[in-house]
């Protein structure tokens, strides 16, 4: 079925409810559909969790937040059952009496589904069958196969837009920040005296949910340790909502002193990673964010297909290993080699030549 687009559409919705590395994913799309609409309101549903990554984006009109955590832990109460009814109600008639000339379903799950449908949009646009998940397809009118599943999440973000006959070349999005977050961030740099060498930023941890994502924390020490002999640095260990005890493990277990990042707002957190000249980290949400702002990344991988969820400039290396089990789309394993095997020395040695070609460091 083909979907013919006005020249200069009112109203458009962009779905993708979470997470922050999905959410920054989706930005190079946000930022091409800006680019030849640039008069229409454009809108993003997201999650409560993953919102304040799009505050103050200036490519975007209206952000509407999905109260996912506060729903599910008042729909049960007696004291907060009908409020809660009703502020469902309400959103949902909200979605509906925006009436958008055309919706795009970039997570492509039964949820974000749902809520595509309950707009009441004609022109809804998603995945087709055997590209998303849950039965999306159900819900979404006029569906887009990517070339390919093997490909890496921002061009099949972008593959979407190929329904709008519109030009889906890659376009840097944009992470704005305030003179607040520079602020609040310089002065923990000055206060710890750590911004007068080159900053490594390394983030050791993900959430539970991907808990078994991680590479360990003897490791990390370890590798760090070898930076910090080799290179003349200073090294951020940062981490977010219960990760401290993680982070606190890796520094405590180190020969050679590294700093513990102050505590950050997701906008903060964007500034701080500005600052450096290295990232380091598993597959996580921050990976993306330094991706985005075109900071050489070395990426430790295990479970997850770098080819579809790695870094997406070119100033990086993915340090993984080939196992026959590798890549898969389990959450748990009695055997987790494809991240266990991965050695302190590989991650250095890929380290050290993103070092040494791209920062010159001696």
């Known amino acids: 079925m083909e979907f013919h ?11 993708r409810l979470s997470a922050l590395g999905d959410v920054v994913d989706v930005l190079p799309a946000l930022r091409s559909l800006r680019y030849h609409f640039p008069n229409s ?17 200036p490519d ?25 009814l009703s502020d469902i109600v309400s959103f949902y008639r909200r979605l509906r009496n925006e009436s958008y000339d055309f919706v795009l379903d970039f997570h492509g799950n039964l949820k974000s589904g749902i809520m595509t449908r309950l707009t009441g949009s004609k022109n809804r646009i998603g995945f087709g069958r055997g590209h998303c998940r849950e039965f999306n397809y159900l819900f979404t009118k006029y569906h887009i196969y990517p070339s390919q599943k093997r490909i890496h999440r921002i061009d099949r973000n972008l593959s979407l ?15 704005p920040l305030s003179r607040e977050c520079h602020e609040y961030v310089s002065t923990f740099l000055e206060t710890k005296n750590i911004s007068s060498k080159p900053l490594i930023i390394i983030h050791p941890c993900t959430s539970e949910y991907g808990a078994y994502k991680r590479w360990s924390t003897s490791n990390y020490a370890l590798v760090t340790d070898m930076i910090l002999e080799k290179f003349d640095v200073n090294v951020v260990f940062t ?7 993680i982070v606190n493990e890796i520094v405590n277990k ?7 990042a102050c505590e950050t707002t997701i906008k903060q957190f964007v500034e701080l990673i500005r ?12 990976l993306h964010i330094a991706s985005t702002l075109c900071i050489p990344i070395v990426a430790i991988f295990g479970p997850k297909d770098p080819v579809i969820y790695g870094p997406y400039n070119g100033n990086s290396l993915v340090v993984s290993k080939d ?9 748990t394993c009695s055997d987790t080699k494809c991240i266990t095997t991965i050695l302190p020395e590989d991650v250095f040695d890929a380290a050290s030549e993103l070092m040494m070609n791209e920062c010159a460091l001696k």
């Open 323 to 331: 196992v026959s089990c590798s890549p898969c789309r389990r959450r």
């Open 5 to 15: 687009v006005k020249n200069n559409p009112e109203r458009i919705l962009i779905v």
């Open 41 to 57: 309101k454009i809108a993003w549903l997201v999650e409560d969790r993953a919102c304040s990554i799009l505050s103050g984006h």
């Open 254 to 260: 180190m020969n050679n002193r590294a700093t513990i």
């Open 161 to 175: 837009l190929s329904s709008l006959n519109i030009d889906t070349q890659f376009l840097k999005p944009e992470l």
């Open 60 to 84: 975007i009109d209206e952000i509407i937040v999905f109260p996912r955590k506060r729903w599910q832990r008042n729909i049960f109460r007696v004291t907060t059952f009908f409020e809660t």
């Open 275 to 286: 600052h450096a000249v290295l990232f380091i980290g598993g597959d996580t949400g921050p």
């Open 239 to 245: 981490w977010g909502p219960n990760e401290l005890e």
